[in-house]
């Protein structure tokens, strides 16, 4: 479990390991996505959509790393209540495991939120509305 969450950590303040596009052509490639979809769909005509494989690289294999180390720690912490093993151990375990899943999703799901007001923004000085 302390190895997740100082994974996670070390993910979040230091991270992320691999090339990243920039912001604006995330935020323009997403905006002209809606725009196009928007005015196919009023246009009656179906969207298709180009699906993009994503690759494995460093960032994902932390990603992967923490879900596994910190899903594992939450298991061995159960474990360890059942077994009647020390409780401040097996709650120690639990308490890592979960939070270090619990901030993974949360700095994912906030960095989703910033990204759909940014999309916004650039859709309403496209004067698509």
Do not use: N, W
């Not at 230091?14 to 009023?42: C, H, Y």
């Not at 180009?50 to 939450?74: E, I």
């Not at 799901?109 to 309403?124: E, Q």
């Amino acid at each position: 479990g302390g190895a997740a969450l100082l994974l996670a950590l070390v993910h979040f303040y230091a991270g992320p390991f691999s090339p990243q596009p920039s912001l604006e052509e995330v935020v323009a490639e997403k905006a002209v996505a809606i725009k196009r979809a928007t005015m196919a769909a009023l246009k009656g005509e179906t969207v298709t959509a180009a699906v993009k494989s994503r690759r494995f690289d460093a960032d994902r294999g932390a990603h992967l790393a923490v879900a596994v180390l910190g899903g594992l720690a939450t298991v061995l912490g159960f474990a360890g209540f059942a077994r009647r093993e020390s409780l401040r151990v097996a709650a120690g375990a639990l308490c890592l495991g979960a939070g270090a899943v619990a901030f993974q999703f949360l700095t994912i799901a906030i960095g989703v939120i910033v990204l759909a007001i940014l999309v916004a923004a650039a859709l309403g000085s496209l004067g698509v509305s």
